[in-house]
């Protein structure tokens, strides 16, 4: 009633009336979320290539591998040298402590060119102790094709740290492994093509046919009607334009626009070995009753000395290991769990169950087999 006496004293006339109505519902409503199709689709064909290398890393302070262990360091180092013109005599034993083996891989970016500089990763593959402070040396970086696309080279970076001394030794983080930041110059480019018979192909990063649909529309108002079109739930085919110069401003407007995108299948994710549980916002749950209690089995062990009651008896000392097992057990109590609406009503819920994470995984999968869970369960 207030309203409707607020609208009548107003001189407003009726399109001003419908444009202030549809403002406040606009004000009302939440805002759809929307994501650029270059975060939710990428092109088909602009993809990295997988490139991988042996090596030999040198100048480490005494912690590179055992020859004798590690026998392919030794040759690898003979064939080297031997191309560098140095000879080393049949049967030779090196005890070399500075030289490493390792392998090198390195991903090349898609529209890469000749003397690019790329990323490459260094990891030990003998029995070194630490790669920290060591050089690798030039080392091919060949593709799937075994051809020779980057030649890798330069100074480690390792980031653990460690020392040893007098039998004891203390690490932080990994050493066997390091990165070399523009560690390789690219030597030969890879074909790229995008465009197959005029049209440009978009690969969505997740399979849902409402984003696909929405992403058609999209492209459709920007550009015309017949633009865009769905294959399938993953897959979209634009039409490009024929003029090379025209495709890459095409495909840039193509990546910015505007995508509505649905709210998430919802999913719970488990990770059995640590006991950690993700879910997303459009998890719910049904009014449930849940029932749980805590059993746990505690084994000790204690070191006893038996000795003889008389010094000259003729006993022996005896060591004997005691052992005992206790079980705890607390019982469940009856808990109900009412519907819940969002993710925030999802965490209250089981958090006023008093569970830890080990005891959300028996719960959430009873609840997903009682069919109180609304979201798709899974276990990595």
């Known amino acids: 009633m207030i309203a409707k006496a607020v609208f009548s004293r107003l001189p407003l006339s009726a399109a001003l009336a419908k444009a202030a109505l549809a403002s406040l519902l606009f004000l009302v409503q939440p805002a759809a979320q929307a994501e650029r199709i270059k975060d939710l689709a990428s092109i088909q064909g602009v993809r990295d290539n997988q490139l991988i290398g042996y090596g030999l890393v040198v100048g480490l302070d005494g912690s590179g591998d055992q020859v004798r262990q590690a026998p392919f360091t030794q040759q690898s180092l003979t064939n080297m040298l031997s191309q560098l013109g140095v000879t080393i005599p049949q049967g030779s034993n090196m005890q070399l402590r500075n030289v490493a083996a390792v392998m ?21 593959m003998g029995n070194a102790k630490s790669l920290r402070g060591g050089t690798l040396l030039m080392t091919p970086m060949k593709g799937a094709n075994g051809q020779v696309y980057a030649i890798a080279q330069g100074n480690l970076l390792v980031g653990g740290a460690g020392a040893e001394a007098g039998g004891s030794s203390v690490q932080v983080n990994q050493l066997n492994g390091g990165t070399i930041p523009s560690g390789a110059i690219v030597e030969q480019s890879v074909p790229t093509t995008f465009v197959y018979d005029g049209a440009v192909t978009l690969e969505l990063n997740s399979t849902d046919f409402g984003t696909a649909q929405n992403m058609v529309s999209a492209i459709n108002q920007r550009f015309g009607p017949n633009t865009a079109v769905a294959l399938d739930g993953r897959v979209v085919r634009v039409q490009a334009p024929l003029d090379m110069q025209a495709q890459t401003a095409f495909l840039s407007q193509i990546e910015n626009l505007n995508v509505q995108v649905p709210p998430a299948r919802a999913r719970v994710v ?35 000395v038996s000795q003889p009651d008389t010094p000259f008896a003729g006993g022996q000392t005896v060591v004997a290991d005691q052992t005992s097992i206790e079980m705890r057990s607390q019982d469940g109590s009856l808990q109900r769990v009412t519907t819940s609406t969002n993710l925030a009503e999802v965490v209250r819920a089981l958090n006023a169950l008093g569970a830890t994470p080990q005891d959300l995984l028996s719960i959430l999968q009873n609840l997903k087999s009682a069919g109180a869970l609304r979201a798709d369960l899974e276990i990595i």
């Open 270 to 304: 488990i990770n059995a070995r640590t006991g950690s549980v993700v879910m997303n916002r459009t998890v719910t749950i049904d009014e449930a009753a849940i029932a749980y209690g805590n059993l746990s089995v505690v084994i000790s062990s204690q070191t006893g």
């Open 104 to 124: 090198v891989t390195a991903r090349l970016p898609a529209f890469a060119r000749p003397g690019q500089a790329v990323d490459v990763v260094v990891s030990s």
